[in-house]
């Protein structure tokens, strides 16, 4: 079974930057992976923001493309999501995920089987 820990999150006003980390234990590494980051506001449905496949290919929902970069790290079972120019509207649950058997590593593919809790990000004006 994969586990998958989310930290990193908190406030920060409007054009600051936050770097959301998470710890992947699976059965294999995470580079076998496509691995990924959603986000979801109360009543609202959650989307994909960030992916990145295995060999390092990544896609990005539009509204965050250039400001946000997803990213693994070298030695470790760990994937990143580096935020800058960070708005008020990416206030949000933010999510770590990922799946080994998908149609497309996309933030509109997947589908993702495996979730981490969530961490928080906020975002002041």
């Known amino acids: 079974q994969e586990q998958l820990v989310e930290s990193g999150g908190g406030s920060v006003q409007a054009g600051g930057s936050l770097t959301l980390s998470c710890a992947f234990s699976?059965?294999?590494?995470?580079?076998?992976?496509?691995m990924a980051w959603f986000r979801q506001t109360p009543g609202k449905k959650r989307e994909g923001i960030a992916t990145?496949?295995?060999?390092?290919?990544?896609d990005y929902l539009d509204s965050v493309e250039g400001r946000f970069t997803i990213s693994k790290g070298n030695t470790k079972n760990t994937q990143y999501l580096q935020m800058n120019y960070l708005k008020p509207e990416d206030t949000a649950m933010y999510y770590c995920?990922?799946?080994?058997?998908?149609?497309?590593?996309?933030?509109?593919?997947?589908?993702?089987?495996?979730w981490g809790q969530g961490t928080q990000v906020a975002v002041s004006s």
């Open positions: 699976g059965r294999t590494s995470v580079n076998f992976y496509c």
């Open positions: 990145i496949r295995s060999d390092g290919a990544t």
């Open positions: 995920a990922a799946t080994r058997y998908f149609r497309a590593c996309t933030v509109t593919g997947g589908p993702f089987d495996s």
